[in-house]
């Protein structure tokens, strides 16, 4: 070997020693900087989701606006996530009715907030209020906001309009009871609670009725309801079971049928009767049942009423 390839050997191995350099001359990329590390990151988890109170009345019934009567109720979650405080977290909320549309609007923010019953409904339902969490967070060590976690939960309001439904409930009934020629008294009662040893009176009264005379044309009055959520919402005029008291005017024509006491009137001749129609009703399983029903006449011709 001569003189200079021998320096520039000896220059390449000094290079190697000092600066770890892999071979002289050699031009390899340097090699990349490793990514950050990815962030294990748990979901928040709710433990808790309630309603304070469960049912609730439309904004627009006549119901609303007393004690028994809400139409609003708090919602509160407890939240608990191991990497992010619980005030830190994104809180969503809805409420769908039976069809999956959206009903009544919130107020507030955060974990506890008031949700507020929608003016009307088309029927009693069981809305389900959704809580939905988020938490964002960075999925690498020191990079962007770029993932999210999304928990929920849902709590179960029944929704009502009790006074129309109680007055629904006594009109069906009363409409019914003057077609003569539904004749089972126990498909007449069926909207009866049978905690109320009212239908079991009512029901007596159809089937003396049916026996005793063929109604021929009536009519009724518009109910006119109130809603206690208390007994004897009727006072004394019906029996003191129930939370709803429906009244209406009644009117009937029927002809007294042959076999009629007489007492009750005479065969052949047609009579008509007017007075007042009483109803109670009571709410169980949620959801309304008449109780008792009683008939006040006020006018009579040519018969005696059995109601």
């Known amino acids: 070997m001569s003189a200079p390839t021998r320096v520039a050997a000896a220059v390449c191995l000094a290079g190697i020693s000092a600066f770890g350099i892999a071979a002289c001359g050699d031009d390899s990329p340097t090699r990349p900087t490793p990514p950050p590390p990815p962030v294990v990151n748990t979901p928040p988890v709710v433990r808790s989701l309630t309603a304070t109170p469960t049912r609730l009345e439309v904004r627009l019934s006549t119901c609303a606006g007393t004690t028994p009567c809400p139409t609003r109720t708090t919602l509160a979650a407890t939240v608990e996530d191991t990497e992010t405080a619980a005030a830190q977290l994104t809180y969503e909320w809805s409420a769908a009715g039976s069809g999956g549309a959206g009903l009544g609007t919130f107020e507030g923010s955060g974990a506890t907030v008031t949700w507020i ?51 629904d409930l006594a009109t069906l009934f009363l409409t019914e009871f003057s077609n003569s020629s539904l004749e089972d008294p126990q498909y007449l009662v069926r909207n009866f609670s049978d905690s109320c040893p009212g239908k079991a009176a009512e029901a007596t009264d159809v089937a003396a009725n049916r ?25 004394t005029r019906t029996r003191p079971e129930g939370h709803a008291c429906a009244e209406l005017t009644c009117r009937w024509t029927a002809r007294c049928l042959p076999g009629a006491p007489a007492n009750e009137c005479t065969p052949g001749v047609v009579g008509t009767t007017s007075g007042d129609c009483v109803l109670s009703a009571i709410y169980e399983r949620e959801q309304w049942y008449l109780c008792d029903s009683r008939y006040y006449e006020s006018q009579t011709s040519g018969m005696r009423w059995m109601r």
């Open 117 to 167: 019953a929608p003016d009307t409904v088309p029927g009693p339902q069981t809305v389900d209020v959704r809580l939905t969490v988020v938490e964002r967070y960075a999925s690498r060590v020191g990079g962007p906001i770029d993932s999210e976690n999304r928990v929920s939960s849902t709590v179960g309001v029944r929704v009502h309009d009790s006074v129309k439904e109680v007055g």
């Open 211 to 235: 026996q005793n005379y063929l109604i021929l044309n009536y009519a009724l009055g518009g109910p006119k309801v109130t809603v206690t959520f208390a007994p004897s919402p009727c006072g």
